[in-house]
């Protein structure tokens, strides 16, 4: 019986295993079923993904020269940090920014992502209530800073700006793990700078503007 039931699923299966190649010329179809019985189906959010991965980079300052960057809790950011693993749900904040990605990044800003100029004012808002439940969705290494070098001290960053960065895999995974393994640390990501985002913003008469840096 099990193994003709094995047979059957198999039988059952060619449709997607068609669908997921795209053997008919058509794009992938997602989250549908393909017999009668709905014994098999396709699910997923996207049938294809970019090439190229672009990651947005939130950064702060006091004086709009020299920039701290904030850390996700698993989107790449520092070079230096291997990608994490969650499950069963998303970091919220990584899932959005992920969109971001996409270009033209500042149409997706605007069309969908516009909450990330909401984040950098409430990381400029010297906020006197020390309230800030939005700290927990940042990486933990973002909360240190933030909280020892300005909110303790009932402070607030200066400036704050997002650039776009393209992200490589720094070498094969088998020379990373192995760099990881024999040295403690490995660089895991290769990037450079793609574009300003969000360029030098600070809160200006209780409302976040253009910031303006001296030279």
Known sequence: LDFALLIYIGYLSSPVVANLL??????????SSFDPFRFVN???????????RFEPIVMISDDGKSWQELEFPCKPGNV?????FCAPYHYRLDW???FIGFKPHKAYLQRREVWLYNLLE???NKNTTNQRPWLNLLDQ???DLLQSKYYRQEGAPQFAKVDMYHYRMAAPL???LYDQWTKGSATWWNRRYEESLIPPVEILSGKLSLAR???
């Open 42 to 52: 396709t699910y997923g959010a996207f049938g294809s993904v970019g090439e190229k």
């Open 174 to 176: 088998q020379t990373i």
């Open 141 to 143: 290494t973002a909360i």
């Open 213 to 215: 840096i001296d030279a």
């Open 22 to 31: 795209q053997l008919d010329g058509r794009r992938q179809v997602m989250n």
């Open 80 to 84: 230096t940090r291997q990608p994490c």
């Open 96 to 98: 959005n920014i992920w």
């Open 122 to 124: 409430k990381i400029l």
